[in-house]
């Protein structure tokens, strides 16, 4: 129900948008956010924001780089990311949940994407 799209491959220090459309429901009812997993590794957090879009929170090894942005009218979820490192290397994922916390917390989230591959590498 969750498409994400925009991944790629890009040499370090460039940017990528991600973007991630809902094909069932209405994605500004809820508060939604994005998590990646790399190879071999947990996954793990990276942004979440509220219903309205005054409300973002991310990882501290992405604040400053990472944007997260929603347009409800466009029912589409955005990430950018810029100054990208090869440790921002994984398959990333858009998440919705009726809670913030849910959405951060990544745990009893009802709303999975089926991920986009990002490749940092010189």
């Known amino acids: 129900q969750l498409v994400e799209s925009g991944g790629g491959s890009v040499q370090p220090g460039?940017?990528?948008?991600?973007?991630?459309?809902?094909?069932?429901?209405?994605?500004?009812k809820y508060p939604i956010g994005w998590f990646r997993q790399a190879?071999?590794?947990?996954?793990e957090f990276v942004a979440a924001i509220n219903f309205s879009g005054g409300t973002t929170t991310y990882r501290d090894s992405v604040k400053g780089r990472f944007t997260i942005s929603r347009d409800n009218a466009k029912n589409t979820l955005?990430?950018?990311?810029d100054s990208l490192k090869p440790e921002d290397t994984a398959v990333y994922y858009c998440t919705a949940a009726t809670l913030i916390s849910t959405v951060v917390a990544g745990t009893n989230v009802p709303y999975w994407g089926q991920g986009t591959q990002v490749t940092v590498s010189s």
């Open 14 to 28: 460039g940017s990528l948008r991600l973007s991630c459309t809902a094909s069932e429901f209405t994605l500004e």
């Open 39 to 43: 190879p071999g590794k947990e996954r």
């Open 78 to 81: 955005y990430l950018q990311m």
